[in-house]
């Protein structure tokens, strides 16, 4: 193995190094949960295990997807911790001046009270202030008031927690994430969430040291940039050896009904669509669609999660099915019953699907709320029951199998050298095996901890794993076509890798920063979270590339070229320029939770991955489906809309309204820019609806590229039947030729 491949095994042992010590120190260093919360004259306000209690019915409720607690979760609802602590604050403030004195020393006071840390270890019991306990009565009832009889305004529903009680724990829940957020951590000048967010009347401002942090991160990102514009400037050009497309041949048995997949994601993406509108009209209708009420049927956590969660499945679908087509593809060789295994698996995929969906909306309109295994984790992104986890984690282990089974006769081509198909192996195996760091947590897992694996899976799982799997995957397509050859392949893959991966494993860190973690976790994630962007600064010339190869390619090669030229793009300005929104602490601090984060996950999220997905699905597509059925006048719709559609949602909504709320933040703390004075204001609602131009664009987009990919998919099956009927001989060397070894 050359040297290249042990510094990228060694860059990734150190980074889940300190990504795993990191986890310790979260573990060891998680804020506490009082098993006791008692007043001064020993008043007992909160009993053991309530505060877990009120958490278990959050989550189990849907809960980050009404609002938010730590800045993570829906930004349309209040964010619980910011909106708890700045009125049990208030009633505190309210409480100190009414025992005289002069407001000055009223405030001081205040302070005092949420800021000295009176938790006592040994025996779980936290200890309020005469006036914190009084105001802590008082905020829990009106917190426990709205989660019971709902908000239209902020799209929650009335009996979202169906009992008072139960509304009560909730709230009790809420209060400790807010006194995690003021109460000093022992030995620190700080609090457990170092100081977020910001809020006056407890003392809370941003920390200096978030502020060299910041600095220190953005000095690296200008270094790496420059060495890494140095670097590629040295390297030697090279013209495309001899590109030639990959003529189209009837699909293997396996091969169709791996189009089928690409049928049931685009129907997946046009169902994301549908609810991603419905989400964004409950800001400014509540659980309303013109008059509709929405509340008890389809209510805004319901259509918040189905969007988050079938994006990840539509997404995932298409590099599921790409895995699939190419190992029979690179093989030359169809194994026997393969066809039975990859239709076995959708129909067990389209299973899960429609259960964890179900599942997740029983839970979220009070059905299924108290089952973990049925109903909904209450996390975003990994919200479906444990169960359908599990199953969809077999899903990916039997991919997994079928994938290696058909690469088997084309691996031994490789004898002992580390190629491109090893490695497709290995980005394979990386994909059920870093999903599975979802179990690590259930909804009585402290929240610290529950937040660090759940970004195992968020940004481990989709940004890292995944896109090495579809740079390994590009790669193999560019070597059989001529435009790379495999040492130059290797050469540009080692390097992706190495950058990636080496940056971001430990950039994980970075959304970890008010989490109840400690400072050490804020300079790791600052620093490796920055340096992710470097890679990035080449764009401008796989852009250029990709391109010319397109071009060069020709025979309908040019769409899934250029859709991946679109990846290269919004991977510069969604995972690039908008990360630097949510990256630097001192700009997150201001930024945590608000419509600023929308903006990066969009760019990134879809302007990376979803059109990563659709380049991946038009090679696999390209290789099976005759001429007659490749419109390509759809693909030009598509790829337009889904462009255009995304910059002016970004520009005329998702910007101006998130560096509004900055600009509340920074003038009056994170509780007011979640507020209904500005989230429900006139200035919110008029760009919410400024998104409709950009989301009419982007859904024709949509639509165009779903009935291209369901023509192609007829076309496909249709061409099986025409060679069942004619078999033409012309099509058989075509699968040998494309497996042939490289050089």
Known sequence: ????????????????????????QIAQNAPPIPQRVVAEDGT???????????????????????????????????????????????????????????????????????????????TGTLTLGAAQAVAYLKTRGELAKIAVEGDKGAAIPARWIPTLQEGERVADFWLWTAWTAAARRPGADHSFTQNWPQEPLVGNTITPISHLWSILSIILLILGVGLMIWHHASQPAEEFPAPQAIPAAPATPSQRWSAIYFAVAMALFLVQIGMGVLTAHDAVEGN???????????PYAASRTWHLQLAVFWIATCWLATGLYLGPKLSAKEPKGQWLGVAGLLAALVVVVVGALTGAHQAIVGKLSGSFMLGHQGYEYVELGRLWQILLTVGM?????????????????????????????????????????????????HVALAEYWRWWVVHLWVEGFFEVFATVAIALLSTRMGLLRESTALRAVSTSMGLFLGSGVIGTFHHLYYTGSPASISALGSV?????????????????????????????????????????????????????????????????GLNTTP???????????????????????????????????????????????????????????????????????TWYARSAEVVQSPLMRTFTWLRMPGDVLFGIGALAVILFTFKAVIGAWGWRTAEEIEPAKEHLPVAPAFAVAED
Not at 84 to 91: E, G, M, P, R, T
Not at 288 to 298: F, K, N, P, R, T
Request: glycine fraction near 14%; include cysteine.
């Open 599 to 669: 903006i990066h996950s969009h760019a990134a999220l879809f302007g990376v991955y979803g059109f990563l997905a659709i380049s991946l699905m038009l090679f696999a597509l390209r290789g099976m489906t005759p001429d007659k059925a490749w419109d390509e006048k759809w693909l030009k719709v598509g790829f337009w809309g889904l462009n255009i559609g995304l910059v002016l949602m970004l520009v005329f909504s998702l910007i101006p309204s998130g560096f509004y709320q900055i600009a509340q933040s920074l003038e009056h703390g």
């Open 1 to 24: 193995m050359k040297a290249r491949w042990w510094l990228v095994l060694l860059v990734l042992l150190a980074g889940f190094g300190v990504l795993g010590l990191g986890g310790r």
């Open 288 to 298: 309303g669609l013109y008059g509709v009420d929405l509340s008890h049927i389809l």
């Open 44 to 122: 007992l306000l909160v009993g053991p295990g309530q505060i877990l209690e009120g958490q278990v019915s959050y989550l189990g409720h849907g809960g980050q997807h009404i609002g938010s607690i730590w800045g993570h979760g829906a930004y349309l609802a209040p964010d619980w911790t910011a909106k708890a602590l700045h009125q049990w604050a208030s009633h505190t403030l309210d409480g100190v001046k009414a025992q005289g004195g002069s407001v000055a020393d009223a405030k001081a006071g205040t302070i005092s009270l949420f800021q000295n840390n009176r938790y006592e270890s040994s």
């Open 397 to 445: 282990l039997i991919w997994l199998v079928l994938v290696v089974r058909a690469l088997i006769p084309a691996l031994k081509g490789e004898k002992g050298r580390l190629g491109l198909l090893k490695l497709f192996v290995l980005s394979a195996i990386a994909i059920p095996l870093f999903y599975s760091a979802g179990f690590m947590y259930t909804r009585e897992t």
């Open 528 to 592: 490796f979270s920055a340096l992710e962007i470097v890679p990035l600064t080449i764009v401008g010339f796989e852009i250029a590339q990709s391109l010319k190869a397109g071009k060069a390619i020709g025979s309908g090669y040019e769409w899934p070229f250029k859709f991946f030229a679109a990846v290269c793009f919004w991977n510069l300005i969604g995972a690039g320029v908008f990360g630097m929104l949510i990256n630097p602490p001192s700009v997150l601090y201001f930024g945590q």
